[in-house]
């Protein structure tokens, strides 16, 4: 009994809190403690359970690394950064810098972030205007991302400059 009475006044309070509003969902207010950590963890998991199926193809073919270097630089690095760049300001949660963080990531589970997005963060999904074969050059771009200097990203610029991308 006094754990059905129990069980009634925690649900009630947490229905309570949520209808109040006083969640503050403002992008200027971090979140609390508990919730950063609860959609940090669900993020991570979530992306390692969705991507672990995905068989990835061979990424080390140089065509490919340019082709991902265009899309990179043209759809990504305004967000995320490139080298010599800060990632965006004013997203919560922020746009991570992928020349530090990349490395962190198996080429699959960039591949699927890149193709679904991540719901209630700007980060959009590219798989309903881009092809699988575009998306795993992205992929294969932002995995060389962390060891690529200033200079390299600069070069590679000058080499795609005038192709059609
Ligand atoms: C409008 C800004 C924006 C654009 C454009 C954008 N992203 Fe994102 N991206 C984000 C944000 C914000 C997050 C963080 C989401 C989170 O923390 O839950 C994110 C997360 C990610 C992650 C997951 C990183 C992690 O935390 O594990 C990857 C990988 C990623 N983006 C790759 C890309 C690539 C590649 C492109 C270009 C094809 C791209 N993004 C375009 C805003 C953007």
Redesign the pocket.
Known sequence: MKTIFLLIVIIGGAFYYLYSGRYNVAATVPHTKPMEWM??EM??KS?EYHSRDISTPALDDPSLMEKGFG??DD??S???GAPGAEP?KG?N????A?TE??G??EPR??FW??KHG?K?????E?GST?TDDE?WA??AF?DRLPGMTIEDYERMKEESDGRAR
């Open positions: 959609l940090g993020k991570e992306i899309l990179y759809m990504c305004g967000c995320h965006a997203f949660p922020p746009p991570p992928l963080i990349a962190g990531l589970e960039t972030v890149v991540i209630m963060t700007a980060m959009l590219f881009h998306i992205i992929a932002v």
